[in-house]
């Protein structure tokens, strides 16, 4: 099935350094792989970064994914962690966009995913551990554009940070193993997380 489609349906009230980092990300990485990426139900009164404006082939919509495929749900894969069915290359058949929760991750998970579970959509889940939003679309593409299973995709899981010589910090996230070994996260993400870090982590993720 040709031309697949990334959906980001935006589901916090703002949209903060976290997620632009991890938007703009995704923008790229889609445009790269020849997909298209759309951020939904975004109000109008929200002012999106110019660094995610100016990715080539990035579109918003404020409108939500229900109405956006009202006439053509059976197109759409919601990628949720409660889904009893893991993705397979196969369903990079059967489906052509991949819906996923435009939410920080959280820890313990608070199950916000369910928003756009009760919209009907059919779900998939990626394994049993919680990723960041831009993991999960990265996961996506590897299996059902580039057609690899899901358990041969190499993860780090719960990587240690170090913030300065007396203080490092795990994130409660799996993440895809870069080519040097290291968790492949946006751009910049490192040194917003040791910015954070020196305020405190609360509900940053
Ligand atoms: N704690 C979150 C919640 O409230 O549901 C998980 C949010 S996660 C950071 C953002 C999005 O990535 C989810 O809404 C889902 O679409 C996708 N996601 C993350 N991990 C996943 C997994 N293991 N399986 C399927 N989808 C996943």
Known sequence: MAGKTYIVEHLDDELGP?????????????HEAGAKF????VPSSLVLPEALKAVP????????????????????CLLDPSA??????????????????????DDPPRDRTS????K?????RLGPKQMTTDTAVRVT???????????DIQYVDYPELRINKNESTEMPFRYVKGKNGQSIM??????????????????LF
């Open 18 to 30: 976290w997620s632009e980092l991890e938007y703009v990300t995704i923008a790229k990485e889609s």
């Open 38 to 41: 759309c951020l939904s139900s």
């Open 57 to 76: 082939g990035f579109t918003v919509d404020g409108r939500s994914v229900e109405t956006l495929y009202a006439e053509d749900k059976s197109r759409v």
């Open 84 to 105: 009893t069915k893991e993705l397979s290359p196969e369903d990079g058949e059967t489906f052509d966009v991949f819906l996923f929760g435009g939410i920080l991750g």
């Open 115 to 118: 928003e756009l579970r009760k």
């Open 120 to 124: 009907g959509f059919e779900g998939r």
């Open 141 to 151: 593409r590897l299996v059902a554009q580039e057609k690899i299973p899901l358990d």
């Open 186 to 203: 946006p751009e910049g993400m490192i040194e917003l997380i040791k910015k954070d870090s020196e305020k405190g982590f609360g509900d």
